[in-house]
C-alpha cells in the first residue's frame, strides 16, 4: 500500500473520519493499530522488524533514563546502538560485504563462495532504524527524557505517514504531539488535503510520466546516443526530485488532516546555490541526522583541515551507503566528498552544512551558481540511477558516441509524451523559481482571487489527474532505501 494508491486514499480518509470521532485519550491507540495495519501490507517479517527495533530502543531507552555510573551507561547506549542497527545490516547489507569480500579475495587468487542466500529489504527499514537511532542519541545526551509509555513509544517509531520514506523526525518533536493528538482543526485540514493532493500531482503526473522515458533509456542505454541520454539524465533529476518531494508531501499533508506538524524535507533544492545549499535543502531530515550525528561528533568544522576532509569522507560515505547496498551509492556518496572539498577549498568560508541562507549577490552571478550546483547535482545522480558503476561510465560515454542528435527522441512512447514531459518540467521551474523568489506575490494573489475562480483552478487540477496521470507507475524510489 503506497501513499499514491486509491486503497490508500479510501482507508485513509476513513481512519481520519474515526479517529476525529473517538475520544482524545484513546486516538493515539488507533493510529498505532492503523499504523501497524498499514505496514502490514508489506509483510509479516517487516512487521517483526519494526517490532524488534521498537522494543530495543524503548528498553535501552528506559535502562539509560535511571542513574547509572557513566561507564554502563554508556556501554549500554552503545550495546543498544549496536542491537538496533543489527537488522539493518543484516537485511541491507550482509550480501554486498559478502559478495565485496568474495571479489576481493578473487583478485589475490583465493576462491570464496559469493553464493548467498539474498532476502528481501524491510521497506522503510532505513528510516525508522536512524529514528530509534536518533533517539536514542538524544535520550543518552539528556536532551529528550525516556518515554516510558510502550503504546506511544511504539506509535512513534511507526506513525504511518513518515515510516515508510521519513522524514526522519526527532522524538522532542513528534512525541509530544502524539501524545496530546489535537482535535479536527479545519485550517490544518485544509492545508494538509492542499498539501496531500499536490504531493500526488508531483507523483503520478510528474514524476510517473518521467519515468517511462528514464527507465526506457537507463535500461537500454547502448540503442542511444548523445541527446537521448542526456535527456533522460536531466529528466531523472527532476524524476525523483518530485517522487520524493511528492511522498514527503503526502505524508506531511496526512499527518497535517490529523492535526500533527511533522518537518519540512525539502525547500527548492535544484535553487541551491552550492553543494553545501543543496544538502540544506534536499532530504533535509537526512541531512540535519549525518549532521548532528556522524558530522558534529567527529568534531564538524572545529578542527585542523585533514581531519575536516576525513570527517566529510565519513559523512558521505555513510550518506552514499545508506542510500543502498551498491557501490554506485557509495561512489556517489563520495562525488559529494568530492564536492564539499572543492567548495571548502575555493569558498571564502569553509562552513558545512551551513544553517542560513546564503548572501545576495548579483542576479547573473546567482544565476550562475544556481545552474553550477544543478548540473553537479545531476551528474551525481548518474550513478544513483544506473544498477552499476559499469552501465554509469558506458551511458556517460555514450552521450559522446555517434552523432549527437541522431536518433528519435521520443524513444518509442510517442512525441506527445516527450512534449508534455518537456512542458511539465518547464512548469515545475516556473513554478519553483516564482516560490523562490515571490512568494509574498505569490500568497497575495491567492488572497485575492475570487472562490469561484479557486473552484475552477482545483476542478482543472483534479481532471489534470485523470487526463495526464500515469496509473501504472512504480513505487516510490526511495522506498527501497
Known amino acids: 500500500m503506497i501513499l ?25 491507540l488507533f493510529l498505532l493499530l492503523f499504523g501497524y495495519y498499514f505496514y502490514l501490507y508489506w509483510g509479516i517479517v517487516p512487521v517483526l522488524v519494526l517490532l524488534y527495533v521498537t522494543a530495543a530502543s524503548y528498553a535501552a531507552g528506559l535502562v539509560m533514563g535511571r542513574p547509572l555510573h557513566g561507564a554502563v551507561r554508556k556501554a549500554v547506549f552503545v550495546l543498544s546502538v549496536v542491537c538496533v542497527l543489527l537488522p539493518l545490516v543484516y537485511f541491507k547489507y550482509a550480501g554486498f560485504l559478502a559478495e565485496s569480500a568474495a571479489g576481493l ?25 536512524f529514528l530509534a537511532v536518533a533517539y536514542l542519541v538524544d535520550v543518552y545526551r539528556t536532551q529528550v ?55 500526488l500531482f508531483k507523483k503520478i503526473v510528474i514524476a510517473d510520466r518521467l519515468a517511462m522515458y528514464v527507465n526506457e533509456v537507463y535500461g537500454n542505454y547502448d540503442e542511444y546516443t548523445g541527446l537521448a541520454l542526456v535527456l533522460a539524465i536531466y529528466f531523472y533529476s527532476f524524476q525523483i526530485y518530485c517522487d520524493f518531494s511528492g511522498y514527503t508531501d503526502m505524508a506531511i499533508g496526512s499527518a497535517q488532516i490529523l492535526g500533527i506538524n511533522v518537518m519540512e524535507n525539502f525547500q ?3 535553487l541551491a546555490r552550492s553543494i553545501p545549499d543543496f544538502w ?25 583541515r585533514a581531519r575536516l576532509f576525513f570527517n566529510i569522507f565519513v559523512t558521505f560515505f555513510i550518506c552514499g551507503l545508506w542510500h543502498g547496498a551498491n557501490w554506485t551509492f557509495v561512489f556517489w556518496g563520495l562525488l559529494y566528498c568530492l564536492y564539499y572539498v572543492v567548495h ?33 547535482v545531476t551528474f551525481a545522480w548518474i550513478f544513483f540511477r544506473s544498477a552499476s558503476m559499469y552501465d554509469a561510465v558506458a551511458l556517460i560515454a555514450g552521450v559522446g558516441r555517434g552523432p549527437f542528435f541522431s536518433g528519435s527522441l521520443d524513444v518509442g512512447l510517442g512525441v506527445f509524451n516527450l512534449v508534455l514531459s518537456l512542458v511539465l518540467v518547464g512548469c515545475l521551474i516556473v513554478w519553483e523559481v516564482l516560490s523562490e ?28 489527474f485523470f487526463l495526464l496521470g500515469v496509473f501504472h507507475g512504480t513505487d516510490f524510489i526511495y522506498f527501497n532505501f
Open 437 to 464: 523568489s515571490a512568494p509574498l506575490y505569490i500568497e497575495r494573489v491567492k488572497q485575492q482571487t475570487p472562490l469561484s475562480v479557486k473552484i475552477c483552478i482545483w476542478a482543472v487540477f483534479v481532471l489534470s
Open 268 to 270: 527548492r533544492p535544484y
Open 344 to 376: 571548502h577549498l575555493t569558498a571564502k568560508k569553509s562552513r558545512v552544512f551551513p544553517t542560513a541562507p546564503p548572501a545576495k549577490r548579483p542576479w547573473l552571478n546567482e544565476t550562475g551558481k544556481i545552474l553550477l550546483t544543478f548540473h553537479l
Open 280 to 304: 540544506r535543502r534536499w532530504h533535509i531530515s537526512l541531512s540535519r541526522w549525518l549532521r548532528d550525528y556522524i558530522y558534529i561528533p567527529l568534531g564538524g568544522n572545529r578542527v585542523t
Open 4 to 28: 499514491s494508491s486509491l486503497l490508500y486514499i479510501m482507508l485513509f480518509f476513513v481512519a481520519a473520519g474515526i479517529y476525529f470521532l473517538l475520544p482524545q485519550r484513546i486516538r493515539w
Open 105 to 129: 579475495l578473487d583478485l589475490f587468487g583465493v576462491t570464496f563462495s559469493k553464493s548467498f542466500s539474498h532476502v528481501a529489504v524491510p521497506t522503510g527499514i532505513s528510516f525508522f532504524t
Open 145 to 199: 527524557s525516556p518515554e516510558k509509555n510502550p503504546g506511544v513509544f511504539a506509535l512513534f517509531i511507526s506513525f504511518f505517514p513518515i515510516v515508510l520514506s521519513g522524514p526522519i523526525e526527532r522524538a522532542g518533536s513528534l512525541i509530544p504531539q502524539l501524545k496530546q493528538t489535537p482535535g479536527f482543526d479545519a485550517e490544518m485540514v485544509q492545508e494538509g488535503l492542499k498539501r496531500f493532493f499536490f504531493g
